[in-house]
């Protein structure tokens, strides 16, 4: 029988040297390897609780998921980060476009929205990707296609909402639609007697100054309050748009040739960026000019110390748009919200009723259009209009005559019925 062998293991020979002096660095690698998944995982976890927050604005969630990317990545004294979506960006304080750059565009419903940007200020050892790891633009990649998730997520819910709130505008209009029609022809006739009579009495010869002074605030009260009437007319009737072919180009021509005068006399330049090749649309082209109209008195009426107006038309995707933009007071979001209700109104004095762009919401929606605001306080308003290109499917004539409701494109040529 052998004796026991000597406690041979307590003595470490020359390849368990080796062993461990091989095991050592691996061993600190894998430390190092696992500290980076920890943090990598703290920073998934992290924003899967900012997006999970309900309610909280996507500017926060993004500011916030923003500022946990630099602890996650390997050398974060001196990463920084940015997110950048649809142009606005959202960035780490020392946030600067230098040195080395990780990036991965963030794709929401299959369009590229924006991107995340991971940067390092200093240089630092090579890894796989610049100075990067491998599993860093795995992180990157998971972190865009969780930011691109709370995105669709978010604008399904605003979705959600605002056809929830088209709902109960349109349950709105419908019941302003038939009040008004019957109450504005009652007011009409005691409102044409208020009117007429003033102005009779205003032309009295002899009448004190302070008599002819309140006369003129009737006059001028009536005035607005016809002015009202009549949109609200215009606005409860509802008539289907005489739709023909028209080129939106002609109707913003003709349209703006009626405001050069006053945009001149108010400091405004006027700027048109008319589609050299813009296709004709299915439209009503009264309607359509009574949409400029609106939007283009809005922009003026918000530029009162001067600006730039922009009217713009242009074609994408089996669509038309006008834009109209100024660099005007803007609005604030709340503002933004209510716009589209009717009587919504900011302007004091008798100024504005708070039906234009009701108006132009009826019009547009009638033409199976859609309309995008943006606005920023102090900086300015654009709205987008987009007008589907329908094929008309023309009746001609025998003779080969041009269809019977078709609009002459011919320079100054003009449409079926003068703008209103
Ligand atoms: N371009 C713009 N810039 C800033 N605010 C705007 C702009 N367009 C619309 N608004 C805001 O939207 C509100 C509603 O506009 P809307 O055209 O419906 O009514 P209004 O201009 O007040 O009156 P009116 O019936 O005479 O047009 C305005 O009172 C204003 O506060
Ligand atoms: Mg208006």
């Given at each position: 029988?052998?004796?026991?062998?000597?406690?041979?293991?307590?003595?470490?020979?020359?390849?368990?040297?080796?062993?461990?002096?091989?095991?050592?660095?691996?061993?600190?690698?894998?430390?190092?390897?696992?500290?980076?998944?920890?943090?990598?995982?703290?920073?998934?976890?992290?924003?899967?609780?900012?997006?999970?927050?309900?309610?909280?604005?996507?500017?926060?969630?993004?500011?916030?998921?923003?500022?946990?990317?630099?602890?996650?990545?390997?050398?974060?004294?001196t990463a920084q980060a940015r997110i950048v979506l649809d142009g606005r960006a959202y960035s780490t304080p020392g946030f600067r476009e230098a040195g080395a750059?990780?990036?991965?565009?963030?794709?929401?419903?299959?369009?590229?929205?924006?991107?995340?940007?991971?940067?390092?200020?200093?240089?630092?050892?090579?890894?796989?990707?610049?100075?990067?790891?491998?599993?860093?633009?795995?992180?990157?990649?998971?972190?865009?296609?969780?930011?691109?998730?709370?995105?669709?997520?978010?604008?399904?819910?605003?979705?959600?909402?605002?056809?929830?709130?088209?709902?109960?505008?349109?349950?709105?209009?419908?019941?302003?639609?038939?009040?008004?029609?019957?109450?504005?022809?009652?007011?009409?006739?005691?409102?044409?007697?208020?009117?007429?009579?003033?102005?009779?009495?205003?032309?009295?010869?002899?009448?004190?100054?302070?008599?002819?002074?309140?006369?003129?605030?009737?006059?001028?009260?009536?005035?607005?309050?016809?002015?009202?009437?009549?949109?609200?007319?215009?606005?409860?009737?509802?008539?289907?748009?005489?739709?023909?072919?028209?080129?939106?180009?002609?109707?913003?021509?003709?349209?703006?040739?009626?405001?050069?005068?006053?945009?001149?006399?108010?400091?405004?330049?006027?700027?048109?960026?008319?589609?050299?090749?813009?296709?004709?649309?299915?439209?009503?082209?009264?309607?359509?000019?009574?949409?400029?109209?609106?939007?283009?008195?809005?922009?003026?009426?918000?530029?009162?110390?001067?600006?730039?107006?922009?009217?713009?038309?242009?074609?994408?995707?089996?669509?038309?748009?006008?834009?109209?933009?100024?660099?005007?007071?803007?609005?604030?979001?709340?503002?933004?919200?209510?716009?589209?209700?009717?009587?919504?109104?900011?302007?004091?004095?008798?100024?504005?009723?708070?039906?234009?762009?009701?108006?132009?919401?009826?019009?547009?929606?009638?033409?199976?259009?859609?309309?995008?605001?943006?606005?920023?306080?102090?900086?300015?308003?654009?709205?987008?209009?987009?007008?589907?290109?329908?094929?008309?499917?023309?009746?001609?004539?025998g003779d080969g005559d041009p269809p019977l409701d078709s609009v002459s494109k011919a320079p100054g040529g003009t449409y079926g019925g003068a703008p209103r």
């Amino acid at each position: 029988m052998r004796e026991n062998p000597p406690r041979r293991r307590n003595k470490p020979r020359r390849d368990d040297a080796k062993r461990a002096s091989t095991a050592l660095p691996n061993n600190q690698s894998d430390q190092a390897a696992l500290r980076e998944r920890v943090k990598e995982l703290t920073c998934l976890y992290g924003i899967a609780q900012v997006a999970g927050r309900p309610g909280a604005p996507l500017d926060r969630v993004l500011q916030e998921i923003v500022q946990l990317l630099p602890p996650a990545w390997q050398y974060p004294e001196t990463a920084q980060a940015r997110i950048v979506l649809d142009g606005r960006a959202y960035s780490t304080p020392g946030f600067r476009e230098a040195g080395a750059r990780q990036a991965a565009q963030i794709v929401v419903n299959g369009g590229t929205r924006g991107v995340i940007e991971v940067v390092y200020l200093q240089a630092r050892p090579a890894a796989q990707e610049g100075p990067f790891l491998k599993e860093e633009r795995s992180l990157i990649d998971a972190v865009s296609r969780q930011v691109a998730l709370v995105i669709e997520r978010r604008e399904a819910e605003d979705d959600k909402l605002w056809l929830r709130d088209q709902l109960m505008h349109a349950d709105r209009l419908a019941t302003i639609g038939q009040l008004a029609a019957s109450v504005a022809h009652e007011i009409n006739e005691p409102l044409g007697n208020i009117l007429g009579f003033a102005q009779l009495a205003r032309k009295c010869p002899g009448l004190p100054n302070q008599a002819s002074h309140d006369v003129q605030k009737i006059v001028t009260a009536s005035l607005h309050a016809r002015e009202v009437i009549k949109k609200l007319l215009g606005f409860a009737r509802q008539t289907p748009p005489k739709k023909a072919l028209v080129n939106l180009n002609q109707v913003v021509e003709e349209g703006l040739y009626f405001f050069q005068g006053g945009c001149a006399k108010t400091g405004i330049e006027l700027v048109r960026s008319l589609s050299a090749d813009l296709p004709d649309i299915v439209a009503d082209p009264v309607q359509l000019s009574q949409v400029l109209v609106n939007l283009v008195v809005n922009a003026m009426q918000a530029m009162p110390k001067g600006g730039k107006l922009t009217v713009t038309t242009s074609a994408s995707d089996g669509c038309v748009s006008l834009i109209v933009e100024d660099t005007g007071i803007g609005m604030s979001q709340t503002t933004v919200r209510k716009i589209f209700q009717p009587f919504f109104t900011t302007k004091g004095d008798g100024q504005g009723t708070g039906l234009g762009l009701p108006i132009v919401q009826s019009i547009v929606s009638a033409h199976g259009g859609s309309i995008k605001v943006q606005s920023r306080p102090g900086r300015g308003t654009r709205f987008e209009i987009r007008l589907p290109i329908q094929s008309p499917k023309p009746e001609k004539d025998g003779d080969g005559d041009p269809p019977l409701d078709s609009v002459s494109k011919a320079p100054g040529g003009t449409y079926g019925g003068a703008p209103r």
